[in-house]
């Protein structure tokens, strides 16, 4: 692991392999370099790795003429992710965790909703909620949007109050030890619900259960998608 130096007190903390760091005004990637020359001072390493996703043609070609020995490269774009993929027990049970703090964040924003409040003031509550339970940050910010705002992609709430009548959506996420968990929510604020929402909630409830009864090993996300997909459209 190479990294800047005032990261390293976070490498040093978090991980449990080996680490290098660089300061703010060294060349990063001759640092990489000098960092694999020492390692590979016997010559035992021949394949280095890169996510050529993450990195432009015109670092990654500075980086090559940089290596003093010929080194096969290879393309392991994803390869972390799908490594990921797989959770044991104990990073299962951190998800979990994180999984009940948006879903006591929510439920403290739904008791506590009412005509007038506004949207940065929900937002505040389900985060001063989570982190009551130890969310360590929210996974990203909160979109909770109020009426047609809720059709606008990744809002994040302003002053805007809530009216009788409003949809409020919310889009929630909490951290547990660095492990994430998300959540989506709409409700009504009044008291007599439309029927376009009512049959809404009967019909995502129905392909969530369908959904989670498909879910088993070997069965591919996409199919799961498709059978939740066909029920709500």
């Known amino acids: 692991l190479i990294t800047r130096e005032l990261e390293s007190t976070n490498a040093k903390y978090r991980s449990y392999v080996s680490y290098s760091y660089y ?118 910010p909160c979109f909770v949007a109020g009426a047609e705002r809720g059709c606008m992609g990744h809002y994040t709430g302003d002053q805007h109050k809530l009216h009788d009548g409003d949809l409020l959506f919310m889009e929630i996420g909490a951290c547990y030890k660095r492990y994430h968990a998300a959540r989506m929510h709409t409700m009504y604020l009044g008291n007599d619900e439309p029927g376009f929402f009512v049959l809404g909630r009967k019909l995502i409830k129905e392909g969530l259960r369908e959904g989670i009864k498909m879910m088993r090993p070997g069965v591919k996300a996409c199919d799961v998608d498709i059978i939740m997909r066909d029920i709500i459209a």
């Open 23 to 140: 300061n703010e005004i060294e060349d990063s990637y001759q640092n990489i370099v000098n960092y694999i020359n020492k390692k590979n001072i016997n010559k035992t390493i021949k394949v280095i790795g890169f996510e050529h996703e993450q990195i432009s043609h015109e670092h990654f070609t500075e980086f090559q003429n940089r290596l003093k020995d010929n080194y096969e490269i290879a393309d392991i774009t994803n390869y972390v992710s799908q490594f990921r993929g797989i959770k044991t027990s104990e990073e299962i049970a951190y998800i979990k965790k994180a999984a009940n703090m948006v879903h006591k964040g929510i439920e403290t924003a739904i008791n506590n909703m009412k005509v007038g409040t506004m949207e940065t003031e929900i937002g505040g509550i389900i985060t001063k909620k989570m982190t009551e339970l130890g969310s360590e940050y929210t996974s990203y």
